[in-house]
Protein backbone atom coordinates (compact mmCIF):
# COMPACT_ATOMS: atom_id res chain seq x y z
CA UNK A 1 0.00 0.00 0.00
CA UNK A 2 1.02 3.54 -1.07
CA UNK A 3 2.49 5.67 1.90
CA UNK A 4 -0.53 7.75 3.67
CA UNK A 5 -0.26 11.73 2.36
CA UNK A 6 -1.64 13.01 5.31
CA UNK A 7 -0.93 12.10 9.40
CA UNK A 8 -2.77 8.86 10.86
CA UNK A 9 -5.33 11.24 12.69
CA UNK A 10 -6.04 14.51 9.81
CA UNK A 11 -9.12 16.80 9.11
CA UNK A 12 -8.28 18.14 6.62
CA UNK A 13 -8.41 18.23 2.49
CA UNK A 14 -5.39 17.53 0.43
CA UNK A 15 -4.53 20.68 -1.84
CA UNK A 16 -4.46 18.54 -4.85
CA UNK A 17 -7.80 17.47 -4.74
CA UNK A 18 -9.51 21.54 -4.01
CA UNK A 19 -12.22 20.61 -6.19
CA UNK A 20 -13.31 17.78 -4.18
CA UNK A 21 -13.58 18.57 -1.07
CA UNK A 22 -13.59 16.05 2.10
CA UNK A 23 -13.56 17.21 5.49
CA UNK A 24 -14.31 16.25 9.20
CA UNK A 25 -16.75 18.77 10.87
CA UNK A 26 -18.49 19.29 14.12
CA UNK A 27 -22.62 19.67 15.34
CA UNK A 28 -21.14 23.22 16.99
CA UNK A 29 -20.03 24.39 13.59
CA UNK A 30 -23.43 24.76 12.79
CA UNK A 31 -24.54 26.11 15.91
CA UNK A 32 -25.96 22.62 17.61
CA UNK A 33 -25.59 22.12 21.08
CA UNK A 34 -24.06 18.86 20.89
CA UNK A 35 -24.69 17.07 23.96
CA UNK A 36 -28.82 17.90 23.56
CA UNK A 37 -28.58 16.60 19.99
CA UNK A 38 -26.51 13.35 21.02
CA UNK A 39 -29.09 13.18 24.67
CA UNK A 40 -32.45 13.59 22.13
CA UNK A 41 -31.12 11.64 19.40
CA UNK A 42 -29.16 8.59 20.88
CA UNK A 43 -32.03 6.55 22.33
CA UNK A 44 -33.89 6.68 18.78
CA UNK A 45 -31.40 4.23 17.29
CA UNK A 46 -31.58 1.28 19.56
CA UNK A 47 -35.40 0.76 18.67
CA UNK A 48 -34.48 0.44 14.40
CA UNK A 49 -35.15 -2.57 12.63
CA UNK A 50 -32.67 -4.31 12.21
CA UNK A 51 -31.11 -4.68 8.55
CA UNK A 52 -31.52 -8.28 7.02
CA UNK A 53 -29.15 -7.70 4.30
CA UNK A 54 -26.39 -8.44 6.20
CA UNK A 55 -27.56 -11.91 6.71
CA UNK A 56 -28.20 -12.80 2.85
CA UNK A 57 -25.01 -11.70 2.19
CA UNK A 58 -22.81 -13.48 5.05
CA UNK A 59 -25.20 -16.61 3.94
CA UNK A 60 -24.55 -16.65 0.60
CA UNK A 61 -21.04 -15.91 1.67
CA UNK A 62 -20.77 -19.34 4.04
CA UNK A 63 -22.47 -21.22 0.96
CA UNK A 64 -19.81 -20.13 -1.28
CA UNK A 65 -17.15 -20.86 0.74
CA UNK A 66 -18.29 -24.73 0.92
CA UNK A 67 -19.38 -24.68 -2.46
CA UNK A 68 -16.90 -22.62 -4.67
CA UNK A 69 -18.19 -25.05 -8.10
CA UNK A 70 -21.15 -23.65 -7.86
CA UNK A 71 -20.42 -19.74 -7.77
CA UNK A 72 -21.88 -18.98 -10.49
CA UNK A 73 -25.43 -20.39 -9.61
CA UNK A 74 -24.74 -18.77 -5.75
CA UNK A 75 -23.88 -15.26 -7.20
CA UNK A 76 -27.28 -15.40 -9.65
CA UNK A 77 -28.59 -16.66 -6.41
CA UNK A 78 -27.59 -13.99 -3.95
CA UNK A 79 -29.30 -11.45 -6.59
CA UNK A 80 -32.70 -13.15 -6.03
CA UNK A 81 -32.08 -13.55 -2.33
CA UNK A 82 -31.29 -10.24 -2.05
CA UNK A 83 -34.10 -8.82 -3.80
CA UNK A 84 -36.70 -10.70 -2.49
CA UNK A 85 -37.28 -13.04 -5.05
CA UNK A 86 -35.94 -16.34 -4.04
CA UNK A 87 -35.49 -17.65 0.04
CA UNK A 88 -33.19 -20.47 1.10
CA UNK A 89 -35.54 -22.82 0.12
CA UNK A 90 -34.05 -22.76 -3.31
CA UNK A 91 -30.35 -24.01 -2.85
CA UNK A 92 -31.83 -26.89 -0.34
CA UNK A 93 -29.95 -29.38 -2.10
CA UNK A 94 -26.71 -27.50 -0.80
CA UNK A 95 -27.87 -26.99 2.25
CA UNK A 96 -28.69 -30.84 2.72
CA UNK A 97 -25.00 -31.20 1.71
CA UNK A 98 -23.44 -29.29 4.78
CA UNK A 99 -22.36 -30.74 7.92
CA UNK A 100 -24.47 -30.39 10.44
CA UNK A 101 -22.49 -27.55 12.52
CA UNK A 102 -21.75 -25.75 9.01
CA UNK A 103 -26.12 -25.32 8.31
CA UNK A 104 -26.65 -24.49 11.81
CA UNK A 105 -24.33 -22.15 11.60
CA UNK A 106 -25.42 -20.63 8.68
CA UNK A 107 -28.95 -20.38 9.62
CA UNK A 108 -27.81 -18.68 12.85
CA UNK A 109 -26.26 -15.71 10.90
CA UNK A 110 -27.52 -13.02 12.87
CA UNK A 111 -27.91 -9.50 11.98
CA UNK A 112 -25.87 -6.95 13.47
CA UNK A 113 -26.95 -3.26 12.40
CA UNK A 114 -30.03 -1.73 12.67
CA UNK A 115 -31.24 0.65 9.85
CA UNK A 116 -34.06 3.58 8.81
CA UNK A 117 -34.51 6.17 6.32
CA UNK A 118 -36.22 9.36 5.02
CA UNK A 119 -35.77 11.87 1.82
CA UNK A 120 -35.59 15.28 2.07
CA UNK A 121 -35.66 18.26 -0.53
CA UNK A 122 -33.94 20.98 0.30
CA UNK A 123 -34.44 24.45 -1.90
CA UNK A 124 -32.42 27.86 -0.92
CA UNK A 125 -34.93 31.05 -1.09
CA UNK A 126 -34.64 34.37 0.63
CA UNK A 127 -35.51 32.95 4.12
CA UNK A 128 -33.01 29.96 3.69
CA UNK A 129 -33.29 26.50 3.29
CA UNK A 130 -36.64 25.25 3.03
CA UNK A 131 -37.08 21.47 3.78
CA UNK A 132 -39.26 19.18 2.60
CA UNK A 133 -39.62 15.59 3.50
CA UNK A 134 -40.11 13.21 0.43
CA UNK A 135 -42.63 10.09 0.09
CA UNK A 136 -40.81 7.35 1.76
CA UNK A 137 -38.96 5.28 -1.32
CA UNK A 138 -39.80 1.65 -0.55
CA UNK A 139 -36.49 0.40 -2.05
CA UNK A 140 -33.46 2.39 -2.37
CA UNK A 141 -29.96 1.86 -4.63
CA UNK A 142 -26.65 2.40 -4.53
CA UNK A 143 -23.62 2.35 -6.22
CA UNK A 144 -23.11 0.20 -9.00
CA UNK A 145 -23.86 -3.31 -9.98
CA UNK A 146 -21.32 -3.43 -13.26
CA UNK A 147 -18.86 -3.27 -10.21
CA UNK A 148 -20.27 -6.26 -8.43
CA UNK A 149 -21.81 -4.08 -5.39
CA UNK A 150 -24.85 -5.85 -4.34
CA UNK A 151 -26.25 -2.07 -2.94
CA UNK A 152 -26.90 -1.45 -6.52
CA UNK A 153 -30.25 -4.02 -6.36
CA UNK A 154 -32.80 -2.31 -4.76
CA UNK A 155 -33.08 -2.66 -0.64
CA UNK A 156 -36.31 -1.96 1.19
CA UNK A 157 -35.55 -0.15 4.54
CA UNK A 158 -38.16 1.09 7.90
CA UNK A 159 -39.21 4.97 7.30
CA UNK A 160 -37.37 7.17 10.08
CA UNK A 161 -39.14 7.45 13.00
CA UNK A 162 -41.50 11.10 12.90
CA UNK A 163 -40.03 11.98 16.03
CA UNK A 164 -36.34 11.57 14.91
CA UNK A 165 -37.16 14.07 11.33
CA UNK A 166 -39.43 16.23 13.38
CA UNK A 167 -36.09 17.06 15.82
CA UNK A 168 -35.81 20.71 15.34
CA UNK A 169 -31.20 19.75 16.12
CA UNK A 170 -31.49 17.20 13.50
CA UNK A 171 -33.54 19.90 11.02
CA UNK A 172 -30.56 22.33 11.44
CA UNK A 173 -27.87 19.43 11.01
CA UNK A 174 -29.91 18.98 7.08
CA UNK A 175 -29.44 22.90 6.64
CA UNK A 176 -25.74 22.59 7.73
CA UNK A 177 -24.96 19.85 5.34
CA UNK A 178 -26.85 22.03 2.60
CA UNK A 179 -24.60 24.54 3.48
CA UNK A 180 -21.63 22.50 3.29
CA UNK A 181 -22.44 21.29 -0.11
CA UNK A 182 -23.58 25.13 -1.37
CA UNK A 183 -19.61 26.23 -0.21
CA UNK A 184 -18.25 23.55 -2.44
CA UNK A 185 -21.00 24.66 -5.03
CA UNK A 186 -22.30 28.13 -4.95
CA UNK A 187 -24.56 28.02 -7.64
CA UNK A 188 -26.51 25.11 -6.44
CA UNK A 189 -29.97 25.97 -5.03
CA UNK A 190 -31.90 22.52 -4.55
CA UNK A 191 -30.87 19.43 -3.56
CA UNK A 192 -31.91 16.12 -2.29
CA UNK A 193 -30.82 14.33 0.78
CA UNK A 194 -31.19 10.58 1.28
CA UNK A 195 -30.61 10.12 5.19
CA UNK A 196 -29.50 7.02 6.52
CA UNK A 197 -29.97 6.22 10.57
CA UNK A 198 -27.97 3.38 11.76
CA UNK A 199 -26.51 1.32 14.46
CA UNK A 200 -23.88 -1.26 14.27
CA UNK A 201 -24.26 -3.72 17.89
CA UNK A 202 -20.65 -5.76 18.26
CA UNK A 203 -21.40 -8.94 20.19
CA UNK A 204 -17.97 -10.61 22.06
CA UNK A 205 -15.73 -11.86 19.72
CA UNK A 206 -17.74 -10.96 16.69
CA UNK A 207 -16.30 -8.07 13.93
CA UNK A 208 -19.26 -5.69 13.01
CA UNK A 209 -18.72 -2.81 10.04
CA UNK A 210 -20.73 0.11 7.89
CA UNK A 211 -18.44 -0.99 5.21
CA UNK A 212 -18.97 -4.50 4.05
CA UNK A 213 -18.44 -4.08 0.60
CA UNK A 214 -15.09 -2.28 1.42
CA UNK A 215 -13.40 1.09 -0.42
CA UNK A 216 -16.11 2.33 -2.81
CA UNK A 217 -18.40 5.29 -3.43
CA UNK A 218 -21.67 5.50 -2.69
CA UNK A 219 -23.01 6.84 -6.39
CA UNK A 220 -24.51 9.89 -4.83
CA UNK A 221 -22.90 13.77 -5.68
CA UNK A 222 -21.62 14.28 -1.99
CA UNK A 223 -22.03 12.61 1.34
CA UNK A 224 -21.35 12.42 4.53
CA UNK A 225 -20.25 9.17 5.53
CA UNK A 226 -21.02 9.18 9.17
CA UNK A 227 -22.00 11.51 11.52
CA UNK A 228 -21.43 9.73 14.81
CA UNK A 229 -24.41 10.35 17.01
CA UNK A 230 -22.96 7.09 19.82
CA UNK A 231 -19.93 5.33 20.37
CA UNK A 232 -20.03 2.92 23.41
CA UNK A 233 -18.21 -0.09 24.25
CA UNK A 234 -16.42 -0.11 20.93
CA UNK A 235 -13.09 -0.26 19.34
CA UNK A 236 -12.05 0.47 15.64
CA UNK A 237 -14.07 2.31 13.29
CA UNK A 238 -11.39 4.71 11.54
CA UNK A 239 -12.94 6.72 8.63
CA UNK A 240 -10.54 6.75 6.34
CA UNK A 241 -10.62 8.70 2.32
CA UNK A 242 -8.66 7.18 -0.33
CA UNK A 243 -7.38 9.19 -3.82
CA UNK A 244 -7.91 7.33 -7.11
CA UNK A 245 -6.20 4.19 -6.68
CA UNK A 246 -7.75 3.16 -3.81
CA UNK A 247 -4.68 2.81 -1.70
CA UNK A 248 -3.09 6.55 -1.12
CA UNK A 249 -5.25 6.83 2.47
CA UNK A 250 -5.61 11.44 2.50
CA UNK A 251 -7.70 11.15 5.42
CA UNK A 252 -7.96 8.88 8.76
CA UNK A 253 -9.78 9.85 11.70
CA UNK A 254 -11.87 7.78 14.40
CA UNK A 255 -15.21 9.81 14.49
CA UNK A 256 -16.56 10.63 18.09
CA UNK A 257 -19.33 11.50 18.92
CA UNK A 258 -20.61 14.68 17.38
CA UNK A 259 -18.11 14.71 14.48
CA UNK A 260 -19.15 13.66 10.77
CA UNK A 261 -16.97 13.28 7.58
CA UNK A 262 -18.12 14.62 4.38
CA UNK A 263 -16.67 14.33 0.84
CA UNK A 264 -17.38 14.40 -2.41
CA UNK A 265 -18.53 11.00 -4.13
CA UNK A 266 -19.44 10.47 -7.74
CA UNK A 267 -17.31 11.24 -10.20
CA UNK A 268 -14.74 12.54 -8.10
CA UNK A 269 -10.91 10.58 -7.23
CA UNK A 270 -12.02 9.80 -3.51
CA UNK A 271 -12.93 6.63 -2.06
CA UNK A 272 -14.04 5.84 1.44
CA UNK A 273 -14.52 3.07 3.76
CA UNK A 274 -14.67 2.83 7.83
CA UNK A 275 -12.64 -0.25 9.57
CA UNK A 276 -14.63 -2.98 11.35
CA UNK A 277 -15.61 -2.01 14.96
CA UNK A 278 -15.28 -4.49 17.53
CA UNK A 279 -16.49 -4.73 21.68
CA UNK A 280 -13.86 -3.51 24.05
CA UNK A 281 -12.55 -5.50 26.33
CA UNK A 282 -13.84 -3.40 28.94
CA UNK A 283 -17.23 -3.41 28.05
CA UNK A 284 -20.05 -4.22 30.15
CA UNK A 285 -22.81 -5.33 26.86
CA UNK A 286 -22.63 -4.94 23.46
CA UNK A 287 -20.42 -2.22 21.69
CA UNK A 288 -22.66 0.40 20.07
CA UNK A 289 -21.61 2.81 16.97
CA UNK A 290 -24.48 4.96 15.91
CA UNK A 291 -23.92 7.02 12.73
CA UNK A 292 -26.09 9.00 10.39
CA UNK A 293 -25.28 8.71 6.78
CA UNK A 294 -26.03 11.51 4.02
CA UNK A 295 -26.59 10.88 0.37
CA UNK A 296 -26.65 14.08 -1.34
CA UNK A 297 -27.77 14.77 -4.99
CA UNK A 298 -27.60 17.80 -6.82
CA UNK A 299 -30.80 18.72 -8.70
CA UNK A 300 -29.74 19.97 -12.62
Given at each position: ??????P????????????????????????ID??????????????????????R?????????A????????Q?????????Q???????D?????????????????P??????????????????Q???????????????????????????????????????????????????????????????????????????????????????????????????????V????????????E???????????E?L?????G????????????????E?????S??????????
Open positions: MSTPLSRESHGSDSRFSEYPFRVFTLEQFGRARFLTELAPSFHALAWDIYDVREQVQRLLHFPEETSRLQFLRDYWTEATLGVVELLSRLPTAERVALESVAYRRRAMARFRLELTRLGWQERLPDNTRFAQGKLDTGDLRALPRRFAPMACAVVDNPLFARLREGVAELVAKARPEVVTLTLTVHQMSVVCHPGQAATNSPEGIHQDGADYIVSALVVERRGTGGMSRVFGPDRAVLLSHTLQPGGFQADASPLWHDVTPVHRSESASDGIRILGFDIRLEK
